[in-house]
């Protein structure tokens, strides 16, 4: 079974630019959720998705994070402008549904904001 | 707002010996529980759940858990550790009916010295 695919790996920045990334679900994965991994700390929910449907988004800092899932499948994060805070690895995961359910992992991308 | 402390940031200990980890969550309510392991440069994987029934949950290679639920706790433990055991483990809750949205600990750094 493939596995929750995400590009790129790593991306360095400098504040101010904008920054996409990219993720593709394990195939028939209803739910999606974006994470964001500050070092020395453990992953915080940014957004989460059912199909192509935002369930939360009170974690996303809207001023400046956005993310779209348009057909339900794959997802983009996108943040514009970027902060040297926003310096983090970002996960995004997905599951096959919203309860009771477990959490697959990408490996995820790498953001240095310079 | 519901939160999940590790104990230890880091852990040192040599192979054969024996592993607890910490987690205290602070939630009154129904909670899932997860184990998430992250091996050095790989994504993050689950190592153990619970749902419900058996308090003392199997996961896997050679992985416990046991659900505690007047302490709140869900403490990781390996009766003998292997080098290969060095990675980082974050435990994990979710509220029950709650959307599958994951609240993680600050996670535990192992380093197994062969």
């Known amino acids: 079974e493939a596995g929750v695919a995400q590009s790129p790996r790593y991306k360095i920045i400098e504040k101010r630019q904008s920054v996409a990334f990219w993720c593709n679900p394990i195939s028939g994965h209803a739910t999606l959720y974006w994470y964001q991994q500050i070092l020395g700390q453990g992953p915080k929910l940014l957004i989460q998705?059912?199909?192509?449907?935002?369930?939360?988004d009170s974690q996303l800092p809207k001023d400046r994070f956005s993310a779209e899932r348009l057909k339900g499948v794959d997802s983009t994060l996108k943040i514009q402008p970027a902060k040297l805070e926003d310096s983090a690895v970002y996960l995004c995961a997905s599951s096959v549904g919203t309860e009771n359910t477990e959490a697959f992992f990408g490996q995820g991308t790498r953001l240095t904001v310079v | 707002a519901q939160s999940v402390s590790q104990h230890n940031h880091h852990v040192i200990l040599s192979e054969a010996a024996s592993l607890e980890l910490g987690c205290n969550y602070s939630y009154g309510g129904t909670v899932n529980l997860f184990w998430y392991v992250q091996y050095p440069g790989q994504h993050l994987q689950l190592l153990l759940k619970y749902f419900s029934g058996d308090p003392l949950v199997k996961g896997i290679k050679g992985f416990e858990a046991e659900f505690i639920k007047s302490k709140f706790s869900f403490n990781l433990r390996k009766p003998s550790v292997q080098w290969s055991d060095t990675a980082e483990y974050f435990c994990a809750v979710n509220r029950r009916a709650a959307g599958n949205k994951l609240t993680f600990g600050g996670g535990t750094r192992v380093l197994v010295k062969p």
């Open positions: 998705f059912q199909n192509n449907g935002v369930v939360d």
